[in-house]
T-cell receptor, first 113, second 114 residues
């Protein structure tokens, strides 16, 4: 089966750094994705990891360890607009390689002044 | 083309009525997905199309749900005899099989069944 776990809520201060963790179990791993979703809006793509290591994109970085079934999203220099839900999703090789994503429940990040 | 487009953005319907939602994917994307998202949860996969072929359906998709993508472009999702439990955000996403790993989501259709 597939299972993705991430914390439900986190709070951080403007200007600080926050790390959102995600652990997963899947039968056929084919990539891990992070999406940002503001309330009432569509998820927007942030990052993609398929190999172990760190991917950096401006203020956002994402790390993957396939052997540990673990990823994190690192947000630096937090801004108030970063308050949102952050969704961890895994793409599974199964089912004929459809590319469907299995999502965690999301981590609601609140950035405080 | 500015992205994935969904219509309507909001739909309120009475229990027992039928509803239909439309999704226009990014034009060069041949893969199209429908997901459902309830409050406080991540999106859950419903169904997948590659071009006009519906290649996978989730067990979440009961017999009251049907999806089509007749010409491999836009897609529709119909819910018959709606129930209060169908109230959710219905999200459409598209991606390219050739490259670009990410799926891009539309704004979603928020369905409220009263």
């Amino acid at each position: 089966g597939q299972n993705i776990d991430q914390p439900t809520e986190m709070t951080a201060t403007e200007g600080a750094i926050v790390q959102i963790n995600c652990t997963y179990q899947t039968s056929g791993f084919n990539g891990l994705f992070w999406y940002q979703q503001h309330a009432g809006e569509a998820p927007t793509f942030l990052s993609y990891n398929v190999l172990d290591g760190l991917e950096e994109k401006g203020r956002f970085s994402s790390f993957l360890s396939r052997s540990k079934g673990y990823s994190y999203l690192l947000l630096k220099e937090l801004q108030m607009k970063d308050s949102a839900s952050y969704l961890c999703a895994v793409r599974d090789h199964g089912s004929g390689n459809t590319g469907k994503l299995i999502f965690g429940q999301g981590t609601t990040l609140q950035v405080k002044p | 083309d500015t992205g994935v487009s969904q219509d309507p953005r909001h739909k309120i319907t009475k229990r027992g009525q039928n509803v239909t939602f439309r999704c226009d994917p990014i034009s060069e994307h041949n893969r199209l997905y429908w997901y459902r998202q309830t409050l406080g949860q991540g999106p859950e996969f419903l169904t997948y199309f590659q071009n006009e072929a519906q290649l996978e359906k989730s067990r979440l998709l009961s017999d009251r749900f049907s999806a089509e993508r007749p010409k491999g472009s836009f897609s529709t999702l119909e819910i018959q005899r709606t129930e209060q439990g169908d109230s959710a955000m219905y999200l459409c996403a598209s991606s390219s099989a050739a490259g670009g790993p990410a799926a891009f989501f539309g704004q979603g259709t928020r369905l409220t069944v009263v």
